[in-house]
């Protein structure tokens, strides 16, 4: 039974889910953990996907998604609490 | 052929069969997916998104597009058109076109010069071959020429028009290049990059393999158009304005996301067995009809001789007997379905001469057999053969 998790990590918000569904598979191609998550209310008002990365890796991802033209909002560090059975993992 | 046998002609206007995997995209879609793409952030809304995205990423890599974003999804070509011309068009503006389009292009430009709205200029096309000649497209541009826009292979003649050349007499006048790709998305290869194609409309139930209710319009980098209709886009909901960005901008309101779903594994056998592929495939098939239709007095074909010309649209009419009676001989004695009449394209038959009774085409597709096309020439003959004998 998987419990709740906290871990410091990296926020990516966008504008629209097309950029988020862009970015995981940009990312994900390159050997990243990521994972769509339901967007934190208080960091972003759109389009109610994020993603998550590990967030020492917050350069490469930056560069990754600017390199592929991916649009995002902004990214951020943040305290995840989830309940791991609810991820979506593909 | 094996009596009761469909030989299925009509691509041109909907392919049939479609890869087993069109259905059972569709049918997951349905039964596991569920969900609404862009609209929340559970499993199966982002299971959604990703279907969707896996479309928009099959067609980005098919029509060698950098950023997918700047495909928009639509209903239809039609409506890809619309937006594109309605969108782009300001009062006073010229617009360059072919003798040759389909209505889909034709209507919308008429429309805006009924208003008073635009000038248009329709460059006759060859009555022989169809064929377009860029010189004149220069000759007809004026300072305030802003649209060339034509189709890129035709519907009713089955000739392809020079895009690339087309592109270059448009950028030097200052004007965007639209092409109505209804006809050769999947069928032919396209390179907007290499082609110089500012604005792509296709439609997803043809040479795409997906189903009806499908479509899209690719807008190069920069080029802002006015929506044809402001909605939700699941984005910058604190908004009360529609989202700049693509593909948000051209998408009010929720995606047919079963469509979609089929038409990214239309796609993606496309991609797997090669538009170059399906391309030869096709060619081969003209070549058989051509030859043999050479050989049948009474049989008259349209369109230029050359295959490298030719999509696997075929026109042609039979003598002493209208293309209605040709069609439906064709269906029920011979289990040949084709379409009749004017192809919704009035200016291309008079351009070709054939307005207002049109011709019979054959719309050959990517799963059509040497076999069937020989099958058709028997089935030509014979009607030929009674007209003869006064049957």
Not at chain 2, 89 to 118: C, W, Y
Not at chain 2, 137 to 161: E, K
Not at chain 2, 178 to 206: E, N
Not at chain 2, 362 to 386: P, R, S
Request: proline fraction near 6%.
């Amino acid at each position: 039974m998987a419990g709740k998790k906290s871990r410091l990590d990296g926020v990516v918000t966008f504008y629209a889910s097309h950029h988020a569904v862009r970015a995981e598979k940009v990312l994900t191609k390159q050997g990243y953990r990521v994972l769509l998550v339901p967007g934190p209310r208080e960091i972003s008002p759109n389009c109610g996907v994020a993603l998550q990365f590990p967030y020492a890796a917050v350069e490469q991802v930056r560069d990754l998604l600017i390199r592929n033209r991916v649009q995002f909002e902004a990214i951020h560090q943040y305290r995840l609490e989830i309940d791991e059975d609810k991820l979506d993992r593909q | 052929m094996t009596p009761g046998k469909i030989v299925y002609f009509d691509n041109a206007a909907t392919s049939w069969p479609k890869p087993p995997d069109v259905q059972s995209a569709i049918v997951d879609y349905l039964e596991n997916v569920g969900g609404s793409p862009g609209r929340s952030g559970h499993r199966m809304s982002i299971a959604a998104s990703r279907l969707v995205g896996d479309a928009r990423d099959a067609l980005a890599e098919l029509f060698n597009v950098d950023d997918p974003c700047q495909i928009a999804f639509t209903k239809n070509s039609t409506e890809a058109l619309n937006i594109a011309i309605l969108g782009w068009l300001k009062p006073g503006d010229h617009v360059i076109t072919s003798s040759i389009e389909h209505n889909s292009v034709m209507r919308p430009l008429r429309f805006l010069e009924a208003q008073g709205s635009i000038e248009l200029t329709v460059v006759p096309c060859s009555p022989e071959t169809g064929s377009m000649d860029p010189d004149d497209v220069r000759r007809a541009a004026r300072p305030n020429t802003q649209l060339v826009a034509v189709l890129h292979g035709s519907n009713v003649i089955g000739n392809l028009l020079p895009l690339a050349d087309l592109a270059a007499v448009a950028h030097d006048a200052g004007a965007l290049l639209l092409v109505d790709a209804s006809q050769t998305a999947g069928a032919y290869p396209i390179d907007v990059a290499a082609l110089g194609v500012d604005l792509l409309a296709f439609t997803g139930h043809k040479a795409l393999l997906g189903p009806t209710g499908t479509g899209g319009l690719f807008v190069r980098e920069g080029i802002d158009l006015r929506p044809l209709a402001r909605g939700g886009t699941g984005s910058r909901s604190e908004l009360e304005y529609q989202p700049d960005f693509l593909p948000d901008r051209y998408e009010a309101g929720t995606l047919n996301v079963l469509g979609l779903a089929g038409l990214g594994a239309g796609v993606r056998y496309l991609l797997a067995r090669g538009v170059d592929g399906v391309r030869r495939h096709e060619q081969t098939l003209i070549a058989r009809f051509l030859a043999a239709a050479a050989t049948l007095p009474g049989l008259t074909v349209y369109g230029p001789p050359d295959l490298a010309e030719r999509i696997g649209v075929i026109s042609f009419n039979l003598a002493g007997v209208s293309p209605s009676k040709v069609g439906l001989i064709l269906d029920r004695e011979f289990g040949i379905m084709t379409r009749i009449g004017l192809h919704c394209s009035p200016a291309a038959h008079r351009t070709l001469g054939t307005f207002p009774d049109g011709t019979v085409r054959f719309g050959l597709g990517c799963f059509n057999t040497l076999c069937e096309v020989d099958y058709a020439v028997t089935a030509l003959t014979h009607i030929l053969e009674d007209q003869r004998n006064g049957r």
